[in-house]
């Protein structure tokens, strides 16, 4: 609830500046950050499990349940900004960034059960090498203000700021059996969040620059939905599934040490999607050159 009011407050310190601001000297910044995730989008998607005289590598029964598996990966973000004043201390933003995770973690090969319907008409259990590949990813669009509050000394400037952002959040689980025969699940769904982002800054000269600074994502906060029907199982050769972020239950056949077709029901927790992202990037400025006034002749 405190986070819902924090983010109401953060939408109406974006808007009320906007209302009456006089647009000038347009900027635009491109960064690159390594992103860490946190709370219950940061976990491991396989676990190690023990079958008969083999250790077999398996999905971990927390994943999806309750967290989505996220390990350390990369961010790319475009940020176009609008100054209010002419000394560049007051900004209208509007960011677009891309963050995928795992980005460093390779596939993870072992072995898993299979069953089968050996030649007495028997149910039975045999192993099969396995590779499995995750990875998390989130595209958001956002609006927002940032505030420089030294940026008129056109040197060394610290900012802060914050926007509210629409995001498009899905994940990829693969795997492949015996190196050629790969088969995927896929979720995605739409969320809405807020980001605070912090840093430095420093000027080259008039129309480029540097930044240092980070941010921190909290992705989730409205829309949360967990879908229950026996249709959205969650199961390989599915894509589009729901991300069941909410308190719940739902379908998958995901899980356990043997691959089984049948859909087994299990509990999901309510899930945070947070992250926070270290970044270097540039400032583009957009000022346009002075022009001289025409010397007016004095009259004769």
Do not use: C, H
Not at 122 to 134: A, F, K, M, P, R
Not at 190 to 202: K, L, N, S, W
């Amino acid at each position: 609830m405190k986070k819902k009011i924090l983010t109401l407050l953060l939408f109406v310190f974006i808007l009320a500046p906007a209302i009456q601001a006089q647009f000038d000297k347009p900027q635009i910044q491109l960064g690159i950050g390594v992103s860490e995730p946190y709370d219950d989008l940061k976990g491991t998607y396989y676990s190690d499990e023990i079958l008969g005289d083999f250790y077999v590598q398996t999905v971990n029964p927390d994943f999806m349940t309750k967290n989505y598996g996220g390990k350390t990966g990369l961010d790319f973000f475009g940020k176009g900004k609008i100054n209010f004043d002419k000394y560049s201390t007051v900004r209208g933003i509007l960011n677009l960034n891309f963050n995928t995770f795992n980005t460093f973690e390779s596939s993870k090969n072992g072995n898993i059960g299979v069953q089968v319907i050996n030649i007495n008409n028997e149910l039975d259990t045999v192993i099969t090498s396995v590779s499995n590949n995750y990875t998390f990813n989130n595209f958001g669009l956002g609006l927002g203000l940032e505030i420089a509050p030294t940026s008129f000394t056109n040197l060394v400037s610290p900012y802060f700021g914050g926007s509210f952002n629409f995001n498009f959040m899905s994940g990829e689980l693969s795997r492949t059996e015996n190196r050629v025969d790969t088969v995927a699940m896929s979720f995605s769904d739409f969320r809405m969040g807020v980001t605070f982002d912090a840093g430095i800054e420093a000027k080259v000269n008039s129309n480029f620059g540097l930044a240092l600074g980070v941010k921190y994502d909290l992705g989730n906060l409205f829309l949360k939905n967990t879908n229950s029907g026996i249709a959205d199982a969650i199961e390989y050769g599915k894509s589009n599934a729901s991300m069941n972020d909410e308190e719940g239950r739902f379908y998958s056949s995901i899980y356990g040490p043997v691959l089984t077709s049948v859909r087994r029901e299990v509990q999901s927790n309510v899930k945070e999607i947070n992250w926070g992202t270290i970044y270097l990037a540039v400032n583009i400025g957009f000022n346009q050159p002075k022009t001289k006034k025409p010397k007016t002749q004095s009259p004769k």
